[in-house]
């Protein structure tokens, strides 16, 4: 009598869940697609190095998860957010980010996304995130969490901070500055001429109601020292 094999599990997951990594790193995102494809409920079927073909690829792959960074070439991470919800696309966007998150999780909660880790968090930790956002659920840092309760639920009280009062843009030309990068360099960094920054400088200048460029460097570098 011959002994037959055991039949081997080859049903394939229709559990699966697609992801769209968008980060300017070549190498990032190659390790990023590695660890995630590495897990049996997730696999990896796009990436984009900015937002101009990242908004053309998500919206052409319909993935489930768009794993965005916030600092790309041209547009940022938080224009494209607000770029996929006004057009009404419902997948679902977790932000990974070098920047520190009390910086910007309420600016990118507020464009749309639903989470917010930062790169310098482990793989497990990542795939946590994804996991809850992929649930519906929002994923923040523990020690974020209580303050974003506390701005969405309506009980923080309204804050005079007036860098608070800067456009996604304008807030990263500030920090750009305040981290002592020239306007030359800025313009190379977000792919835009000398003149578009300087415009961005000057209207800085006006809502933080400060009078030269040498005041607004300094306010800029005292600020992101006050960060750290």
Not at 152 to 158: L, M, Q, W, Y
């Amino acid at each position: 009598m011959v002994q037959q094999e055991p039949a081997l599990d080859t049903e394939p997951c229709t559990d699966t869940k697609t992801i769209f990594i968008v980060d300017d790193h070549p190498i990032m995102r190659q390790g990023l697609a590695v660890l995630i494809n590495h897990e049996k409920d997730l696999t990896v079927c796009g990436e984009a190095e900015d937002a101009a073909h990242a908004l053309d690829g998500i919206l052409a792959s319909q993935p489930d998860l768009a794993l965005i960074d916030i600092s790309l070439p041209g547009k940022n991470g938080l224009e494209l957010i607000k770029d996929l919800r006004a057009m009404d696309s419902e997948v679902s966007i977790l932000v990974h980010s070098m920047h520190d998150e009390s910086l910007y999780v309420e600016r990118v909660l507020r464009a749309g996304a639903q989470g917010y880790i930062t790169k310098d968090e482990g793989g497990s930790k990542l795939m946590e995130a994804i996991r809850k956002v992929l649930a519906g659920e929002i994923y923040v840092s523990a020690e974020m969490s209580g303050k974003i309760i506390e701005i969405f639920s309506g009980r923080r009280a309204s804050s005079t901070n007036p860098v608070e009062a800067l456009t996604d843009r304008q807030f990263e030309v500030f920090q750009m500055i305040g981290n002592g990068q020239s306007t030359r360099d800025i313009a190379e960094t977000l792919h835009v001429s000398i003149k578009t920054v300087d415009a961005h400088r000057d209207h800085i200048k006006k809502k933080l109601n400060l009078r030269s460029g040498t005041e607004l460097v300094r306010f800029a570098v005292r600020w992101v020292e006050s960060q750290n």
